[in-house]
Protein backbone atom coordinates (compact mmCIF):
# COMPACT_ATOMS: atom_id res chain seq x y z
CA UNK A 1 0.00 0.00 0.00
CA UNK A 2 1.46 3.73 -0.55
CA UNK A 3 2.71 4.88 2.38
CA UNK A 4 2.83 8.88 1.67
CA UNK A 5 1.31 11.21 0.28
CA UNK A 6 1.58 14.41 -0.22
CA UNK A 7 -0.20 17.47 -0.42
CA UNK A 8 -0.62 20.19 -2.58
CA UNK A 9 0.93 17.90 -5.79
CA UNK A 10 1.59 21.30 -7.30
CA UNK A 11 1.73 25.11 -5.87
CA UNK A 12 2.99 28.00 -7.35
CA UNK A 13 3.93 30.84 -5.28
CA UNK A 14 5.74 34.44 -5.86
CA UNK A 15 9.34 34.88 -4.36
CA UNK A 16 9.19 35.96 -0.79
CA UNK A 17 6.25 34.15 0.08
CA UNK A 18 5.74 30.99 2.61
CA UNK A 19 5.56 27.65 1.11
CA UNK A 20 3.79 24.52 2.73
CA UNK A 21 3.80 21.56 2.23
CA UNK A 22 2.26 18.31 3.23
CA UNK A 23 2.67 14.63 3.91
CA UNK A 24 0.86 11.68 5.15
CA UNK A 25 2.03 8.00 6.31
CA UNK A 26 -0.41 5.25 7.14
CA UNK A 27 2.16 3.22 9.46
CA UNK A 28 4.65 4.01 12.42
CA UNK A 29 7.89 5.11 11.91
CA UNK A 30 11.24 5.45 13.05
CA UNK A 31 12.15 8.58 11.25
CA UNK A 32 10.91 10.72 8.21
CA UNK A 33 12.90 12.76 5.66
CA UNK A 34 12.58 15.29 3.12
CA UNK A 35 14.32 15.14 0.61
CA UNK A 36 14.39 18.01 -2.86
CA UNK A 37 14.69 17.27 -6.44
CA UNK A 38 15.50 19.70 -9.31
CA UNK A 39 14.48 19.25 -12.86
CA UNK A 40 16.61 16.50 -13.98
CA UNK A 41 19.44 16.06 -10.89
CA UNK A 42 19.52 13.87 -8.27
CA UNK A 43 17.71 14.04 -4.59
CA UNK A 44 19.07 16.35 -2.06
CA UNK A 45 18.24 15.39 1.57
CA UNK A 46 17.14 18.34 3.26
CA UNK A 47 16.02 17.52 7.04
CA UNK A 48 15.21 14.51 9.53
CA UNK A 49 12.61 14.08 12.47
CA UNK A 50 12.80 11.37 14.19
CA UNK A 51 9.42 10.13 15.55
CA UNK A 52 10.00 11.38 19.12
CA UNK A 53 10.40 14.99 17.95
CA UNK A 54 8.09 17.63 17.00
CA UNK A 55 9.61 20.19 15.01
CA UNK A 56 12.86 20.98 13.73
CA UNK A 57 14.73 23.87 11.86
CA UNK A 58 17.21 24.11 9.38
CA UNK A 59 18.06 27.24 7.84
CA UNK A 60 15.02 28.30 6.11
CA UNK A 61 12.76 25.28 6.58
CA UNK A 62 10.80 24.54 9.32
CA UNK A 63 9.68 20.68 9.78
CA UNK A 64 6.61 19.67 11.91
CA UNK A 65 5.97 15.76 12.93
CA UNK A 66 2.93 14.54 14.18
CA UNK A 67 2.59 10.65 14.97
CA UNK A 68 -0.89 10.83 16.15
CA UNK A 69 -1.93 12.10 12.85
CA UNK A 70 0.79 10.27 10.67
CA UNK A 71 1.44 13.29 9.05
CA UNK A 72 4.41 16.15 8.79
CA UNK A 73 4.30 19.28 7.18
CA UNK A 74 7.63 21.40 5.49
CA UNK A 75 7.53 25.32 5.19
CA UNK A 76 10.02 27.09 3.66
CA UNK A 77 10.11 30.96 4.28
CA UNK A 78 10.58 33.53 2.63
CA UNK A 79 10.77 31.71 -0.75
CA UNK A 80 13.38 31.92 -3.63
CA UNK A 81 13.46 31.14 -7.19
CA UNK A 82 16.06 29.00 -6.22
CA UNK A 83 13.55 26.66 -4.34
CA UNK A 84 11.88 25.76 -7.74
CA UNK A 85 12.13 22.09 -7.16
CA UNK A 86 9.88 18.46 -6.24
CA UNK A 87 9.72 18.08 -2.52
CA UNK A 88 9.52 14.41 -1.02
CA UNK A 89 8.83 12.98 2.26
CA UNK A 90 10.02 9.73 2.81
CA UNK A 91 9.41 7.71 5.66
CA UNK A 92 11.28 4.36 7.18
CA UNK A 93 8.26 2.35 8.35
CA UNK A 94 10.17 0.35 10.95
CA UNK A 95 12.11 -0.81 8.61
CA UNK A 96 15.44 -0.25 6.27
CA UNK A 97 14.22 0.87 3.35
CA UNK A 98 12.26 4.16 2.95
CA UNK A 99 9.18 4.82 1.58
CA UNK A 100 8.74 8.29 -0.90
CA UNK A 101 5.62 10.25 -1.17
CA UNK A 102 4.50 11.23 -4.55
CA UNK A 103 6.15 14.92 -4.33
CA UNK A 104 5.10 18.22 -4.62
CA UNK A 105 6.37 20.41 -6.82
CA UNK A 106 7.11 23.75 -6.07
CA UNK A 107 7.38 26.05 -8.36
CA UNK A 108 8.71 29.94 -7.21
CA UNK A 109 8.13 32.66 -9.71
CA UNK A 110 10.73 35.69 -10.00
CA UNK B 1 33.99 14.30 0.93
CA UNK B 2 32.61 13.05 -1.89
CA UNK B 3 28.87 12.23 -2.19
CA UNK B 4 26.86 9.09 -3.51
CA UNK B 5 28.33 8.91 -7.25
CA UNK B 6 26.67 7.11 -10.13
CA UNK B 7 27.55 5.94 -13.76
CA UNK B 8 26.32 6.66 -16.25
CA UNK B 9 24.62 9.69 -15.96
CA UNK B 10 22.51 9.37 -18.91
CA UNK B 11 22.16 6.15 -21.05
CA UNK B 12 19.90 5.42 -23.62
CA UNK B 13 19.70 1.64 -25.04
CA UNK B 14 17.50 -0.24 -27.24
CA UNK B 15 15.43 -2.58 -25.93
CA UNK B 16 16.88 -5.90 -25.29
CA UNK B 17 20.11 -4.82 -24.70
CA UNK B 18 22.11 -5.41 -21.66
CA UNK B 19 22.98 -1.66 -19.19
CA UNK B 20 25.26 -1.79 -16.20
CA UNK B 21 24.78 1.34 -13.86
CA UNK B 22 27.41 1.78 -11.09
CA UNK B 23 27.33 2.83 -7.14
CA UNK B 24 29.85 4.24 -5.58
CA UNK B 25 28.73 4.78 -2.24
CA UNK B 26 29.88 7.61 0.77
CA UNK B 27 33.32 6.19 2.02
CA UNK B 28 32.65 4.27 4.84
CA UNK B 29 29.05 3.62 4.45
CA UNK B 30 28.31 0.30 5.15
CA UNK B 31 24.48 0.37 4.02
CA UNK B 32 24.03 0.90 0.15
CA UNK B 33 20.75 0.96 -1.40
CA UNK B 34 19.06 1.14 -5.21
CA UNK B 35 15.52 3.02 -5.56
CA UNK B 36 14.15 3.74 -9.62
CA UNK B 37 11.79 6.76 -10.39
CA UNK B 38 9.97 5.23 -13.81
CA UNK B 39 7.15 7.25 -15.87
CA UNK B 40 7.05 10.18 -13.42
CA UNK B 41 5.87 7.64 -10.85
CA UNK B 42 6.98 7.72 -6.93
CA UNK B 43 10.12 6.57 -6.35
CA UNK B 44 10.40 3.23 -5.50
CA UNK B 45 12.80 1.02 -3.45
CA UNK B 46 14.61 -1.87 -5.27
CA UNK B 47 17.40 -3.55 -2.85
CA UNK B 48 19.51 -2.91 -0.22
CA UNK B 49 23.05 -3.96 0.78
CA UNK B 50 24.92 -4.22 4.34
CA UNK B 51 28.32 -4.10 2.78
CA UNK B 52 28.42 -7.23 0.21
CA UNK B 53 24.92 -8.86 1.58
CA UNK B 54 21.86 -8.12 0.03
CA UNK B 55 19.74 -7.18 2.99
CA UNK B 56 16.81 -6.88 1.61
CA UNK B 57 15.97 -7.42 -2.35
CA UNK B 58 12.06 -7.33 -2.05
CA UNK B 59 11.46 -4.10 -4.91
CA UNK B 60 13.92 -6.05 -7.58
CA UNK B 61 10.91 -6.17 -10.10
CA UNK B 62 11.81 -8.72 -12.04
CA UNK B 63 15.02 -11.14 -12.66
CA UNK B 64 16.09 -9.14 -15.36
CA UNK B 65 17.36 -6.93 -12.58
CA UNK B 66 20.84 -8.38 -11.24
CA UNK B 67 22.93 -5.95 -8.74
CA UNK B 68 26.04 -7.03 -6.84
CA UNK B 69 28.56 -5.02 -4.14
CA UNK B 70 31.39 -7.55 -4.04
CA UNK B 71 34.09 -6.41 -1.70
CA UNK B 72 31.38 -4.07 0.18
CA UNK B 73 32.25 -1.06 -1.84
CA UNK B 74 30.63 -0.10 -4.64
CA UNK B 75 27.91 -1.57 -6.18
CA UNK B 76 26.44 -2.62 -9.78
CA UNK B 77 23.34 -2.57 -11.45
CA UNK B 78 23.06 -5.09 -14.03
CA UNK B 79 19.63 -5.09 -16.67
CA UNK B 80 19.44 -7.37 -19.02
CA UNK B 81 17.20 -7.74 -21.11
CA UNK B 82 16.39 -4.09 -21.00
CA UNK B 83 12.91 -3.55 -21.78
CA UNK B 84 10.86 -0.34 -22.29
CA UNK B 85 9.11 -0.40 -19.16
CA UNK B 86 12.45 -0.07 -17.68
CA UNK B 87 13.07 3.31 -18.45
CA UNK B 88 13.63 6.07 -15.26
CA UNK B 89 15.87 7.44 -12.91
CA UNK B 90 17.84 4.84 -10.77
CA UNK B 91 18.75 6.31 -7.67
CA UNK B 92 21.70 4.84 -5.12
CA UNK B 93 22.21 5.90 -1.82
CA UNK B 94 24.38 5.22 1.37
CA UNK B 95 24.15 5.61 4.72
CA UNK B 96 25.78 4.93 8.42
CA UNK B 97 24.21 2.55 10.55
CA UNK B 98 20.82 2.28 9.89
CA UNK B 99 17.75 3.12 11.57
CA UNK B 100 18.10 6.82 12.15
CA UNK B 101 20.80 8.34 9.89
CA UNK B 102 20.29 10.03 6.94
CA UNK B 103 19.93 8.46 3.64
CA UNK B 104 22.34 10.41 1.10
CA UNK B 105 21.85 9.97 -2.87
CA UNK B 106 23.28 10.03 -5.87
CA UNK B 107 22.38 12.08 -8.63
CA UNK B 108 21.01 9.30 -10.64
CA UNK B 109 21.52 7.62 -13.37
CA UNK B 110 18.73 8.58 -16.40
CA UNK B 111 17.79 4.95 -18.20
CA UNK B 112 16.14 5.17 -21.87
CA UNK B 113 14.90 2.18 -23.48
CA UNK B 114 13.95 3.03 -26.84
Known amino acids: SQQGEEDPQALSIQEGENATMNCSYK?????LQWYRQNSGRGLVHLILIRSNEREKHSGRLRVTLDTSKKSSSLLITASRAADTASYFC??????????FGTGTRLQVFP | EAGVTQFPSHSVIEKGQTVTLRCDPI?????LYWYRRVMGKEIKFLLH????????ESGMPNNRFLAERTGGTYSTLKVQPAELEDSGVYFC????????????FGEGSWLTVV
Open chain 1, 27 to 31: TSINN
Open chain 2, 93 to 104: ASSLAHPGNTIY
Open chain 1, 90 to 99: ATDANTDKLI
Open chain 2, 27 to 31: SGHDN
Open chain 2, 49 to 56: FVKESKQD
